[in-house]
């Protein structure tokens, strides 16, 4: 008999990174807040490992398959689809519950069907994958029906950690944008999703909406042949988070309003309008699920005035999920955001070098997306500037990756000063990829 041992639980840690001092009269203060889960223990678990019944962390996964009409062109791309969902089946976790959904204008259960989840072990995973054989393309597309069975197969088991991995080749033109809304509204905070469109006929702003409103990831898959990779990795990801919905709580003085706070690293992602009120003065932002890993928020709160040599506390983040009985468990990591009002020129202009990379950041990734949507509608001009900014941004950055994949939409005469030229013909696939990934940032060198 094997011998189990329970994981710990991830320990988080959270930094802070500002310059605290504020001209007389200064009332914005901006911070940078990193937090850090580690020492987790399903983090790299080999495939087809174990845990004994309740120690290891219960999870759900609901894989959703687009079976409409138009993956059958060309044919290998159902079959890249079947293929890459048998790769994920096989990165489960023994005792993980799982479904398999098919998605057209309606959804169905492909295994295990009668409206509950499958756990995971040798025969299971066996079972799924010949189901995965009578998985046939046809119909049209409605994928809010397909969310709206995964929240119900995934809210059927008992499970602290629930995923879903969402993959389409189309637009979503069998309901309408209301519809599609009303269940990522339904589902949002009951579970995350990955999505991943494949192929160059899906609608970007709709894959990428779904991932932002369920906190998951977002991705092109260009090459059909590429997504049984893709699907192994985003599975072996969900294989090591350990703690569902994480919040990250702040508290402000009285007189204090909060700006704005948002993700910024590994991805851009506004968190603003989601805050959900936790008592007097604190607010709640969700963060999804943690494994072993990092992510950087920028915080920006505004504070009454005060006389030079005051301070005061501008905000204090601590980190926070919710239990069973509706109580919420503080993680025990806290953070301080400070501001001191000085006279001194220097110290109350430098800019942390933390704020200002990441301030970059989202302005590169917004200068993206502008500019591609004027290119779209015919303002060369308007999408030249907009686009050599984001040349400017990411040479300035050191982000490598986004100034690769901006070159194969302009090119560049000086990264330096942002000089560019629209490329007269762009494979659609290159655009596309540009604007999946605009949000992805890279770190600041602490």
């Not at 799924?128 to 809010?144: C, E, P, V, Y």
């Not at 779904?210 to 599975?235: E, R, W, Y």
């Not at 301080?336 to 301030?359: C, K």
């Not at 005469?413 to 659609?428: F, I, S, Y």
Request: glycine residues 10%; proline residues 4%.
């Amino acid at each position: 008999m094997a011998n189990f041992s329970k994981p710990s639980m991830p320990q988080f840690s959270v930094d802070v990174y500002q310059n605290e001092y504020l001209p007389e009269g200064g009332r914005e203060v901006n911070a940078i807040v990193t937090v850090t889960a580690t020492g987790g223990g399903t983090v790299g678990t080999a495939v087809g490992a174990s845990y004994a019944p309740g120690q290891g962390p219960a999870a759900g996964v609901a894989i959703m398959v687009d079976c409409s009409g138009s993956m059958d062109y060309p044919p290998t791309k159902m079959r890249n689809a079947r293929d890459a969902t048998a790769a994920a089946i096989d990165t489960l976790r023994d005792g993980t519950h799982f479904a398999v959904i098919g998605g057209t204008h309606v959804a169905k259960e492909v295994y295990p069907g009668g409206g509950r989840l499958a756990v995971a072990d040798r025969s299971s995973r066996e079972q799924a994958k010949q189901a995965l054989r009578r998985l046939s393309a046809g119909g049209g597309t409605a994928i809010g029906t397909w969310l709206r069975l995964a929240d119900r197969l995934l809210a059927s088991a008992d499970v602290t950690i629930r995923h879903g991995i969402l993959l389409t080749d189309g637009r979503n033109e069998h309901e309408s944008p209301e519809d599609l809304r009303a269940a990522l509204d339904s589902c949002a905070g009951r579970f995350t999703c990955d999505a991943r469109g494949v192929g160059t006929d899906w609608e970007v702003k709709e894959v990428t909406g779904i991932a932002s409103a369920l906190l998951g990831t977002a991705d092109i898959v260009a090459d059909p042949t590429a997504l049984a990779a893709d699907f192994t990795q985003m599975m072996e990801t969900a294989m090591g988070k350990e703690v569902a919905d994480v919040a990250l709580r702040l508290w402000t003085p009285v007189g204090t309003a909060v700006k704005f706070v948002k993700q910024v690293a590994p991805t851009v992602e506004q968190l603003t309008d989601r805050r959900t009120e936790a008592g007097p003065r604190a607010g709640d932002y969700p963060t999804g699920s943690w494994g072993d890993e990092s992510r950087d928020y920028h915080v920006c709160v505004e504070v009454p005035t005060a006389g030079l040599g005051q301070e005061m506390l501008a905000a204090r983040v601590s980190l926070v999920v919710p239990q069973p009985d509706g109580s919420v468990q503080n993680l025990g990591a806290q953070g301080l955001i400070r501001a001191v009002w000085t006279d001194d020129m220097v110290a109350s202009t430098s800019i942390n070098p933390q704020v200002a990379h990441y301030t970059g950041q989202a302005e590169l990734a917004q200068a993206i997306q502008q500019g591609l949507d004027l290119r779209k509608a015919g303002d060369m001009d308007g999408a030249t500037a907009k686009l050599g900014r984001a040349v400017q941004l990411a040479s300035a950055s050191g982000n490598a990756d986004t100034a690769k994949l901006l070159a194969k939409v302009v090119d560049v005469v000086d990264a330096t000063t942002g000089t560019v030229r629209l490329k007269a013909k762009v494979e659609e696939a290159d655009e596309m990829t540009l604007e999946t990934r605009s949000t992805k940032t890279v770190r600041v060198k602490k």
